[in-house]
């Protein structure tokens, strides 16, 4: 059974940086993150590959967020940089139990963390 627990949410203001951690247990594959904002659908924000070479990110946070895993600590980060009021929202750690880049629906989900961003 796999199990994400997120760490590394907070407080910051407009033009910050957090970074996120989701320490993993048991087989995974494709991870990544996803978020929802209050009164918002939830949506993708970025995954990586198994072995870390292949990433994708949502179009608005190219070139400010950068995803990465150390398989042999068997976390996955999340660095955010150039932080807006719209990152706001509680974001979770996902995987992937079979191979394959990208996944339509991922096996598990952590418990999210709360990012907020203030202007």
């Known amino acids: 059974q796999v199990q994400l627990t997120e760490s590394g949410g907070g407080l910051v203001q407009a033009g910050g940086s957090l970074k996120l951690s989701c320490a993993y247990s048991?087989?995974?594959?494709?991870m990544g993150w996803f978020r929802q904002a209050p009164a918002k659908e939830r949506e993708f924000v970025a995954i990586?590959?198994?072995?870390?070479?292949?990433?994708d990110y949502l179009n608005s946070v190219k070139g400010r967020f950068t995803i990465s895993r150390d398989n042999t600590k068997n976390t996955v980060f999340l660095q955010m940089n150039s932080l807006k009021p719209e990152d706001t929202a509680v974001y979770y750690c996902?995987?992937?139990?079979?191979?394959?880049?990208?996944?339509?629906?991922?096996?598990?989900w952590g418990q999210g963390t709360q990012v907020t961003v203030s202007s």
């Open positions: 996902v995987a992937a139990g079979t191979l394959g880049f990208p996944k339509q629906t991922y096996d598990y």
């Open positions: 990586i590959s198994w072995r870390g070479e292949v990433t």
């Open positions: 048991g087989r995974t594959y494709t």
